[in-house]
């Protein structure tokens, strides 16, 4: 399965792949706001992304209203 990780903070993205590293999940991807991460799932191959709500360019809840609008199917849960 690969993952999205967006937020703004850097620790916190680093956090949360090192959590999900521990738990056997290596393909991992990661963007510091809504912008970046639209850019990155639209290469394709995501099925799963963790989002913080608040943060620049494009919030957590807008990426996933985009995301969600489309074709493909994704889980989008927040980090906040």
């Known amino acids: 399965m ?3 990780v967006v937020d703004d903070s ?3 993205r680093r956090i949360i792949v090192n959590s999900l590293a521990r738990i056997g999940h290596d393909d991992v991807l990661e963007a510091e ?4 991460a639209l850019a ?5 191959g995501i099925q799963f ?8 360019q494009m ?3 807008d990426l996933a209203r985009r995301v ?3 074709d493909q199917v994704v889980a989008v849960v927040s980090a906040m």
């Open 2 to 4: 690969r993952f999205l």
């Open 40 to 44: 990155a799932f639209d290469l394709g």
């Open 49 to 56: 992304i963790i989002t913080d709500w608040n943060m620049p």
């Open 33 to 36: 706001d809504g912008v970046a």
């Open 68 to 70: 969600r609008g489309g």
């Open 10 to 12: 850097a620790t916190m």
């Open 59 to 61: 919030s957590g809840l």
